[in-house]
T-cell receptor
């Protein structure tokens, strides 16, 4: 069975600093991996995804993530944090590729940006 | 283009009452899903449908039922609500090509 672990329920960084949100997954087959962002009182918005091919994936709002099979990780980074990045971030995995059976989500990381 | 709409936006419901949460998408996606979001637990899959006429159980299906009569609509029914079903419910859809899902704005349900 697939699973996702997000390290740190809360992460606080200063504006302009590097953002690093950690995600480790467990999957019995090559996974499809996703990062979603949720702003207060809104639904989830796709930031980026890894399916196959290049392991460094670029997404919206300057975020990127690198798939490391040997470490079963898919950490999310952004070189310079902005106040507007404050939100809840979810890592998710799918084994079925086509999303036939839904996504398995981590418990989320709340990103706090200090001025 | 609206994407995915959910109704109602929020609802307070007495325990034991029946409730249907509505979800409609206009993207002609084959697959649709219902998740519940609870603080500290992330999102958990309740039910899914790969195509009209088929449904399947997710991680937490007990107390919920779904139907998929057509491509666009995927209602979620609570036959007899209990307080533990207090949550925020999200509907999502997927074209099914590479797994990404698109989410609605959510329904906040409080069962008293």
């Amino acid at each position: 069975a697939q699973s996702v672990t997000q390290l740190g329920s809360h992460v606080s960084v200063s504006e302009g600093a590097l953002v690093l949100l950690r995600c480790n997954y467990s999957s019995s087959v090559p996974p499809y991996l996703f990062w979603y962002v949720q702003y207060p009182n809104q639904g989830l918005q796709l930031l980026l995804k890894y399916t196959t091919g290049a392991t460094l994936v670029k997404g919206i709002n300057g975020f990127e993530a690198e798939f490391k099979k040997s470490e079963t990780s898919f950490h999310l980074t952004k070189p310079s944090a902005h106040m507007s990045d404050a939100a809840e971030y979810f890592c998710a995995v799918s084994e079925s590729g086509g999303g036939a059976d839904g996504l398995t989500f981590g418990k989320g990381t709340h990103l706090i940006i200090q001025p | 283009i609206a994407g995915i709409t959910q109704a109602p936006t929020s609802q307070i419901l007495a325990a034991g009452r029946r409730m249907t949460l509505r979800c409609t998408q206009d993207m002609r996606h084959n697959a649709m899903y219902w998740y519940r979001q609870d603080l500290g637990l992330g999102l958990r899959l309740i039910h899914y449908s790969n195509t009209a006429g088929t449904t399947g159980k997710g991680e937490v299906p007990d107390g919920y039922s779904v139907s998929r009569a057509n491509t666009d609509d995927f209602p979620l029914t609570l036959a007899s609500a209990v307080p533990s079903q207090t949550s925020v419910y999200f509907c999502a859809s997927s074209p099914g090509t590479s797994g990404e899902q698109y989410f609605g704005p959510g329904t906040r349900l409080t069962v008293t």
